[in-house]
């Protein structure tokens, strides 16, 4: 591994890598091809060894852990301090980081320090004819890509969008190399710190950023059976979305449409209802881990697509399971007596 790497700065999310590094990780392989660089990983943390072994799984070729236990918790002082020793050691030939709160909160201090390119909201980074890096991104609110070219060899850092390639299964690769660095660092210096971090609200959770979806298309058949999706999104602690006729319809709201002119997500679990499977709806949601389709209709192209695939009508289908997720909600209560009337109500209004 004598030539410069592709490097990538991994983030976590609660412990686990998020799906957006997981996308750079794959993005950086992809930019690899035959050429003779490799993929270099920063995971910047405490314990997190045991992550090595998924980054590999999707592509990266050496995994360095910056371990103390200040960066258990975001700082962008923090992260500077440990992480620019590290990634002027690395040498790279370009950096790849999630376009997240986390990188554009330190990635621009770094950009200023080193006079180098940073290129933001990127929905593709390219080498092209012998190293001229070049940047695809959104602009003008989405509706416009803009394309962006640097002169050969010039150090650039892509932000990456999440959620605009989605993350592949991962595939048997030999173990990356591990290396550990623990800086000195005194948290007492750093201007900024996390004190805790809060999962997102499903509600109101960006598509592209939710971990679990449920989708609605037009054999919802109206507002009404939308409304009970919404329910059985809540049960499940998932996101509602759904296809772009249904949002035309106002069956949901304009940024809740799933599909290649829509929003394009990749959660670990999405559950399609009434979706028959064109082909832009397909296309913004082939990053998702599994799928799971409901449908009358057993032609269905999504059927076909789906992890699972079950051939029924959604408005029997969905009563059950609300009925079921409230029947295990209710079995895993503690054992006890009956609240008074004033506990209730101060347990629901704090949910």
Same mark, same amino acid.
């Given at each position: ?11 976590? #999310?609660?412990?686990?890598? $998020? ?15 035959? +050429? #003779? ?12 060894? @045991?992550? @090595? ?6 592509? *990266? ?6 371990? /103390?236990?200040? =960066?258990?918790?975001?700082?962008? +002082? ?14 790279p030939k370009l950096i790849?980081?999630? #376009? ?8 621009? &201090? ?29 602009? /003008?609110?989405?509706?416009? /890509? ?10 650039? @850092? ?32 750093? &201007? ?23 989708? %609605? !298309? ?6 009404? *059976? ?13 996101? =509602? ?17 799933? %599909? $290649? ?7 670990? =679990? ?16 082939? !990053?998702?881990?599994?799928?799971v389709a409901v449908n ?6 999504? =059927?076909?697509?789906? +992890?699972? %695939?079950?051939?029924?009508?959604? /408005? ?6 609300? $009925? ?28």
């Open positions: 591994m004598m030539s410069k790497p592709i490097l990538v700065i991994a983030e976590t #999310d609660h412990g686990e890598l $998020s799906q957006a590094t997981l996308e750079c990780v794959e993005e950086a392989r992809d930019l690899i091809g035959e +050429d #003779d660089g490799y993929v270099h990983v920063i995971l910047p943390g405490f314990r997190l060894r @045991a992550l @090595a072994t998924e980054l590999a799984a999707h592509g *990266a070729d050496r995994v360095t852990i910056v371990e /103390h236990r200040a =960066l258990a918790q975001f700082s962008a +002082d923090g992260w500077l301090a440990a992480l620019e020793p590290v990634l002027r050691a690395a040498n790849i980081a999630p #376009d997240t709160g986390y990188a554009r909160a330190w990635l621009p &201090r770094l950009s200023l320090r080193w006079r180098m390119p940073l290129a933001t909201n990127c929905s593709r980074a390219r080498l092209i004819e012998d190293g001229y890096p070049e940047a695809y991104r959104f602009v /003008h609110n989405g509706r416009m /890509h803009e394309r962006l070219i640097w002169p050969r060899g010039t150090l650039v @850092a892509f932000m990456l969008t999440p959620g605009v390639r989605g993350v592949s299964p991962p595939r048997k690769r030999e173990p990356a190399t591990l290396d550990t660095v623990r800086p000195t660092l005194d948290p007492a210096t750093f &201007r900024d710190r996390t004190l805790r971090t809060l999962p997102p609200d499903p509600r109101t959770v960006d598509l592209t950023d939710a971990v679990r979806i449920v989708s %609605g !298309g037009l054999g919802v058949g109206g507002p009404e *059976a939308m409304a009970q999706l919404q329910q059985l999104a809540e049960a499940l602690g998932a996101t =509602l979305g759904g296809t772009r006729v249904a949002a035309d319809r106002g069956w949901l709201p304009a940024d809740r449409f799933i %599909g $290649s002119t829509g929003k394009v997500v990749a959660p670990k =679990l999405y559950l399609a209802f009434g979706v028959s499977g064109a082909g832009q709806h397909v296309a913004g949601i082939v !990053g998702s881990e599994v799928i009358i209709d057993r032609t269905s192209p999504l =059927l076909k697509l789906a +992890d699972l %695939g079950v051939v029924g009508d959604l /408005h029997e289908i969905v009563p059950i399971l609300l $009925s079921k997720l409230k029947e295990l909600a209710a079995n895993r209560r503690p054992a006890g007596p009956a609240p008074s009337e004033p506990a209730r109500l101060a347990r629901v209004s704090g949910a």
